[in-house]
């Protein structure tokens, strides 16, 4: 098991920043996976960027060149971070992050990011 928080969300205008930070705990030492997903209005949840426990790095095309991913632990915490710059319209929605464990996915319970134009 392990228990996820996001924060960090919020309104930022096109063109801003934002970094979104997540905190595990419980389980940490099994996950294989973190990452964020997001989910706009009348859209299904999408992948984002996730990263391995190795470091290897994957993003949605639409993020790459804007969007950074990484990680820390800190004792009984792993921490998964999403440096977010030059915001568009198109990157709002709900931000989730997400844990994977044997393949077994564990959700926060997201955080809103809203750019306007």
């Known amino acids: 098991q392990v228990q996820l928080v996001e924060s960090g969300g919020g309104l930022v205008q096109a063109g801003g920043s934002l970094r979104l930070s997540c905190a595990a705990s419980g389980s940490i030492f099994s996950i294989n996976v973190m990452g964020w997903y997001r989910q706009a209005p009348g859209k299904q949840r999408e992948s984002v960027a996730t990263i391995t426990s190795g470091g290897n790095t994957n993003y949605a095309d639409s993020v790459k060149g804007r969007f950074t991913i990484s990680i820390s632990r800190d004792n009984a915490k792993k921490m998964v971070y999403l440096q977010m710059n030059s915001l568009k319209p198109e990157d709002t929605g709900v931000y989730y992050c997400?844990?994977?464990?044997?393949?077994?996915?564990?959700w926060g319970q997201g955080t809103q990011v809203t750019v306007s134009s």
């Open positions: 997400t844990a994977i464990i044997a393949g077994r996915p564990y």
